[in-house]
């Protein structure tokens, strides 16, 4: 190989003849022999930072042709290095930055790594300052329009997408000879106008976007893949105007150019997947308006012929079995639809490597939310083996944080029997774990440090992959790592039965393993829509949802496991909840008529803990550290008072009132200075974590919900804070968020990740986590606080005691809410005879206007407010605790937030 290269005039070797060479040879020993080539040389040496520059280029085209990251990585590593010698002064060096962010732009639109993207703007900044050539200029400020689209698309940031319209309009009214560039240049701006469309619905800009591209594609310049491109393009923006306008015209038009695009793909080799998807979609619009049978064939063909293109990205394969999907449920095609639901179990848990970091890894997986739901869906109507609907769900839910977890496997036995396969994958997993966000390399940082630790993370996660083929080659190793078996999963539900609930477009089930069995309970008056809209209106408000939890999905599953009342011998079952899609932000453990009192609810009948899948639970009890009869240390936090929040006057009492208790029963409390790192660094060192202050939780970005401290943009402890901290080692008993929403998930395309504050106490190592599903009254949560330690410690803080503290307070608080409300109902009726027999509407109102005007722990809903310094208020005495009405911390719903996670 090196000879071959080296047989070529230095400079005169092209990129066709080096794919010709690169065709001849393993990539591995392609890669070797040019790093091999480029390695030596001088500082300044201006014949090196050509050589550089030119493979660089050429990796570009070898990734451009074969799709295989490998040489896309190598080029980008090539540039960085040359960049990074290169003189400011040098002539080449706006090219340079020019061709590196590019090549960032690429590997940004196959990984989703948005420091790639960020990364390759600030290299485009300075191309444009040092370079002086009017051409060049153009090239790198249509470049740059690009980013600010792409970093739109990314972020939904007008004034982003603005910038990049205005920058790129600039170029289209600037002559250019070169009519390549000019195609590239209009094709950028065209794809600027549409998202600008998007926004503005404004049809003037949509057809000033499709001219552009119409002149785009008389120009007929360029490869095979360019023209396709900007075939595709056309295509996309005669349908948006034929979806607004209707037109049959833009439809016809627009078919016609995505399979003119089609066929120039195929005669390729570079991602077809998009391309048939497009069509695809476009037959299925016209199926949708004459219901021509043939389209529907047509389109069920390019979406099938899109998810088994290997050489296309997984993003593009799982779009088209999503749509596959929908068409093969209009076709009736069961068979069908089996294969395509297996393929995206398969597909799904691909889409985010491991080397990912937990931001880039997030926002890929928004885009596919529910699609596990809709195969299992797919599964049980096929009537194939429960147990593949519930593998579908288990490896299709939770990726990230099934990935991370994963990584922080316990290799004990692994090490005691195979020490060498163990020390290699702590090494592996020190690269991977934690998954750290990326961060930009500073100015002129030497490309060793800021290329080699993304290098090194994406070379962990392939050694990885091949280390665990031959973990599972050795004897009793052949599921490390894997999804659990049927029979690891009864084991699970030996003794308190799991209970999957899973919500699709296409039907909705209870999945019960219990005792060695399966049972599937159809839930036809449950529908995904009814889930989708009451996401948005869960409020104080609660009890006609408990009823519709009821009557829809509770009952019958209750009625399923036997369960129709409290136990008559006091020994209360319990049952795990795994609740999908929206579904997983529902209270199903106060579901219920409690008005009635009677045992028409689910907290009259079975303890509930929740959990975001059954390997969860394996998880936390394979992993959880001996029984512990006496935590001895308990990290403590009130936070009273949150800068530009509303004050909690019952913070300080929650967590003063737990001290006493705490030293009654021998266990040590402190608490540290209110900031984030006090917090973090005595984490390691207690088994009992209780902070009683405001939470706040991401409308968008779960990972940003967060524990709010002293100052609570700088001082908050959030999801991301948690997900790299590590204490399975000691596995502390318990982590309290006395706060709220410490449990929800507001952005509904990210429900599936189960990801928030409890699910990270969980993965940092927390055996036990309590919290709430949305925001708790001040007040209500001392009493809480004191009911659910009660129990605990009169059962030996037992890994059972915790759920069915949770238990205790909830139905103890619920029944003094009932006996309140009897109460007031009574005294209304007797001055207001003409009330009776009616709906306790008027005391529940009341209920809820006192609720709404008490301080809650919700920072998003809690705004600054003027406060005296002296105020009575300020002064909460034990009194007025103790002799508080029950009412005012036993409202109507108190006690429904509250959920355990946990053993």
């Not at 012929?305 to 068409?327: E, F, H, K, Q, W």
């Not at 940082?445 to 973990?471: C, F, G, M, Y």
């Not at 001895?632 to 509303?646: N, Q, V």
């Amino acid at each position: 190989m090196q000879r071959l290269i080296e047989g070529v005039p230095e400079g005169e070797m092209t990129q066709e003849q080096f794919l010709l060479a690169a065709a001849a040879f393993p990539e591995d020993v392609l890669i070797d022999t040019v790093q091999m080539l480029v390695v030596q040389h001088e500082v300044g040496d201006i014949k090196w930072l050509f050589k550089s520059y030119r493979f660089a280029l050429y990796f570009g085209g070898l990734y451009k042709k074969n799709r295989k990251r490998v040489f896309l990585d190598k080029g980008i590593e090539l540039l960085k290095d040359a960049v990074y010698h290169c003189p400011k002064e040098q002539p080449s060096r706006p090219t340079m930055l020019g061709l590196l962010s590019t090549q960032l732009a690429q590997r940004y639109e196959e990984t989703q790594e948005i420091s790639d993207l960020e990364e390759g703007l600030g290299y485009l900044h300075e191309a444009l300052e040092l370079g002086d050539d009017a051409e060049q200029r153009q090239a790198l400020l249509s470049t740059l329009a690009m980013k600010f689209g792409r970093l739109y698309s990314r972020t939904n940031s007008i004034p982003h997408l603005q910038k990049a319209v205005k920058i790129a309009r600039g170029v289209h009214e600037t002559p250019t000879v070169n009519h390549e560039h000019r195609a590239a240049y209009l094709t950028n701006f065209s794809i600027l106008l549409e998202y600008l469309f998007k926004e503005t619905q404004d049809l003037e800009i949509l057809d000033e976007s499709i001219s552009v591209l119409e002149e785009v594609v008389q120009l007929s310049v360029g490869d095979d893949v360019s023209r396709a491109r900007n075939l595709y393009n056309l295509a996309n923006g005669l349908s948006f105007r034929c979806l607004t306008k209707g037109s049959r015209d833009d439809l016809e038009a627009a078919i016609t150019a995505s399979q003119r695009a089609v066929r120039l793909m195929d005669a390729t080799e570079n991602d077809r997947a998009a391309y048939h998807v497009q069509l695809g979609n476009l037959f299925r619009n016209r199926y949708s308006e004459h219901e021509e049978e043939s389209d529907l064939q047509k389109a069920i063909s390019e979406f099938q012929t899109a998810m088994v293109d290997l050489g296309s990205p997984i993003r593009n394969r799982l779009l088209a079995a999503r749509y596959l999907t929908r068409c093969q449920i209009l076709d009736a095609d069961l068979s069908g639809l089996v294969k395509t639901a297996e393929t995206t179990t398969h597909l799904l848990p691909l889409i985010t490597p491991r080397s990912l970091g937990f931001r880039d890894t997030q926002y890929k997986l928004s885009e596919f939310a529910g699609l596990a739901s809709d195969a299992a869906a797919v599964m049980l109507g096929a009537k194939k083996d429960p147990y593949a609907a519930i593998e579908m769900l288990e490896l299709g839910r939770g990726i990230l944080t099934n990935s991370l977890a994963e990584l922080r496997t316990d290799v004990t036995i692994l090490q005691n029997e195979y020490p060498k396969l163990a020390s290699q994958f702590e090494k592996l997993r020190l690269e991977l774990d934690p998954a750290t966000e990326p961060k930009l390399p500073p100015a002129n940082s030497n490309p060793t440090l800021d290329v080699k630790a993304s290098q090194n993370r994406r070379e962990a996660e392939r050694q990885l992959d091949k280390l665990l083929q031959e973990i599972r080659k050795q004897p009793g190793f052949d599921r490390f790592m894997l999804p659990l078996s049927l029979d690891e999963i009864y084991k699970i539900a030996r003794n308190d039965p799991i209970i999957y609930i899973n919500s699709s477009p296409y039907r909705c089930d209870g999945i019960i393993i219990r005792s060695g069995r399966v049972h599937i309970v159809n839930l036809p008056e449950l529908h995904a829509s009814d889930t989708g809209e009451l996401f948005d209106q869960i409020s104080f408000d609660n009890f006609r949802l408990l009823e519709w939890l009821w009557d829809n999905i509770a009952r019958p599953i209750m009625d399923e496991l036997g369960f129709t009342g409290p136990p008559s011998d006091g020994a209360w079952p319990h049952v795990w909840w795994i609740l999908t899609g929206p579904l997983s932000r529902f209270p199903i453990h106060a579901a219920g008529y409690h008005r009635k009192q009677s045992s028409e609810t689910v907290i009259d009948r079975v303890v509930s803990s929740y959990a975001s899948s059954i390997k969860t639970i394996e998880r936390s009890r394979k992993y959880a550290s001996p029984l512990m009869k006496n935590p001895e240390k308990a990290l403590l936090i009130a936070m009273e008072r949150t800068p530009g929040l509303k004050r909690l006057p019952f913070a300080v009492p929650e967590v003063e009132d737990l001290q006493q208790t705490f030293k009654s029963v021998g266990v040590e409390a402190f608490l540290p200075l209110q900031h984030k790192q006090n917090l973090i660094s005595h984490l390691p060192y207690c088994q009992i974590f209780h902070f009683a202050g405001h939470g706040y939780t991401s409308e968008s970005d779960p990972l940003q919900s967060a524990l709010l401290l002293r100052d609570r943009e700088e001082e908050r402890v959030t999801v991301n804070d948690l997900l790299q901290i590590n204490l399975q080692a000691t596995s502390p008993f318990l982590a309290f968020l006395s706060a709220c929403g410490t449990g929800q998930t507001k952005a509904k395309s990210l429900v599936d990740e189960s990801m928030h504050l409890i699910s990270a106490c969980q993965l940092a190592g927390f055996r036990h986590v309590i919290g709430t599903l949305w925001k708790v009254n001040d007040r209500s949560c001392i009493e809480m606080t004191r009911l659910v330690y009660s129990v605990m410690i009169k059962e030996d803080w037992s890994d059972e005691s915790v759920a069915r503290g949770v238990h205790h307070a909830g139905r103890e608080l619920r029944d003094r809410w009932l006996a309140e409300e009897k109460g007031l109902q009574t005294e209304n009726n007797k001055n207001n005879p003409a009330s009776e027999g009616s709906a306790s509407s008027g005391s529940l109102l009341h209920a809820i206007q006192l609720q709404k005007d008490q301080e809650i722990r919700d920072a998003e809903l809690c705004k600054e407010e003027d406060e005296d310094e002296d105020s009575d208020e300020d002064n909460v005495s034990q009194d007025e605790l103790d002799n508080s009405k029950a009412f005012e911390y036993a409202k109507s719903e108190s006690w429904i937030p509250y959920v355990h996670f946990g053993v």
